[in-house]
């Protein structure tokens, strides 16, 4: 088997010349049972798509000695190989894991799975089973609870997976979750293309403005910012603005845009305007709570009639949804028509409302020390 392979590596750098030298330094490494090295330069070798045989490399050389790698990593090379080969892709993967399963461990298992949910997702020449692909994911979210630790790029293959499924399925608020997961094991930056990040960026936002109890903005706005960067130039470049308008609860900012350019031309928002609009509305109310200082958080129907630019008959009721759905507490007195505010959710903030926030804490220690000094001198001295 050695032989077979140092065979094959010989013959791969005789007839490709720019890939000679690594091909030659594969051979070296096989010949000396250097496993570790001779998979970091497979990787680098298929991660680079100069590879053009990289299915012979996978079968000749990679599977002879597929028991003496790191198995998450004889996953990913299998991964790339399937990727380059898309034909063959599910078979590929589905050998390795029928044949190997026990050897591979939970991690490569689940990374493997994982790919395969993709595929049969992103396979244009078949109808997914959805039922199937369900129960894989739901098995494997058991594993990865299960997992102590493992490699990253575990969780991101389980998460696009994931993803992916959730685009296809809906709802909205269930992609959006997967999605911000799949983002935070993912450096999107070095794996996902330009169109790709586009393409996820564009979902995400509409996901984040249409899915049901999705009100933690700045998730997208600041915490992922390199991916709505994406957005920049494209005709889908109004998002951002849209999300900002959210993130600050800018009521009139939002219907400005919506009325220039939104509504003829993304039916997704339109269908659900009334999801939307009282969305922007709630988040409006949770803005204006959170502008005032905590000792100033007793607002009258009529002011916040003003700022949510609803009917003062519908005060009430927005009231009652802000409190049913946990963005804030507190007492509502129907008689004088205001309500006292305790508590507000907490949210990822915007730089601006982070700038606002210090601001908050510089007074607050400002009268701390008067406080301070004041009991100072009112403080008797004993001799």
């Known amino acids: 088997m050695t032989n077979a392979a140092v065979e094959c590596l010989e ?4 007839a490709d010349a720019e890939l000679s030298s690594t091909y030659r330094q594969l051979s070296d490494l096989f010949s000396r049972k250097l496993w570790h090295q001779l998979t970091v330069v497979v990787l680098d070798l298929l991660a680079s798509s100069s590879c053009r045989n990289s299915l012979e490399l996978y079968e000749r050389v990679v599977l002879a000695c597929d028991a003496k790698l790191n198995q998450l990593s004889l996953a990913r090379i299998a991964s790339y190989v399937a990727s380059s080969n898309v034909v063959q892709a599910p078979h590929i993967l589905k050998t390795l894991l029928d044949k190997h399963q026990a050897r591979l461990g939970p991690a490569a298992s689940l990374y493997l799975e994982s ?11 078949e109808q997914p089973d959805n039922e199937s692909i369900h129960a ?3 098995k494997g979210a058991k594993v990865l609870a299960e997992m102590e630790s493992t490699d990253l790029l575990v969780y ?3 998460y696009e997976a994931a993803t992916a499924y959730r685009k296809l399925v809906g709802q909205p608020e269930a992609f959006y979750k997967e999605a911000l997961l799949y983002l935070h094991y993912t450096p999107i930056m070095e794996v996902l293309s330009e169109q790709e ?14 899915g049901d109890g999705i009100f933690n903005f700045g998730e997208i706005t600041s915490t992922n910012a390199p991916l709505l960067s994406s957005l920049v130039g494209t005709p889908n470049a109004w998002l ?8 600050q609860g800018d009521v009139l900012g939002f219907s400005r845009l919506m009325s220039q350019q939104v509504e003829p031309h993304h039916p997704v928002l339109t269908a659900r305007a009334n999801v939307v609009q009282e969305k922007i509305t709630l988040l409006s109310l949770v803005q204006m709570i959170f502008e005032r ?3 100033d958080r007793t607002l009258t129907f009529e002011d916040i009639c003003s700022r949510t630019q609803v009917n003062k008959e519908q005060v009430e009721l927005l009231l009652m949804r802000a409190l049913s759905l946990g963005l804030i507490k507190g007492t509502m007195d129907q008689v004088d028509e205001t309500i006292t505010v305790s508590w507000i959710m907490p949210r990822v903030l915007e730089p601006l409302q982070l700038k606002e926030l210090a601001g908050r804490f510089g007074e ?20």
């Open 11 to 14: 013959k791969m750098a005789e």
């Open 197 to 210: 990040r586009y393409t996820l960026a564009t979902d995400l936002s509409l996901a984040a403005l249409t």
């Open 115 to 125: 790919k395969l949910v993709l595929i049969a997702l992103t396979n244009t020449n």
């Open 364 to 383: 607050w220690a400002v009268k701390v020390s008067q406080a301070r000094d004041y009991l100072v001198e009112q403080t008797p001295t004993f001799a």
């Open 156 to 158: 991101s293959a389980y």
């Open 293 to 295: 200082p905590s000792s």
């Open 136 to 138: 894989t994911l739901q």
């Open 240 to 247: 951002m603005d849209i999300l900002r308008c959210f993130s």
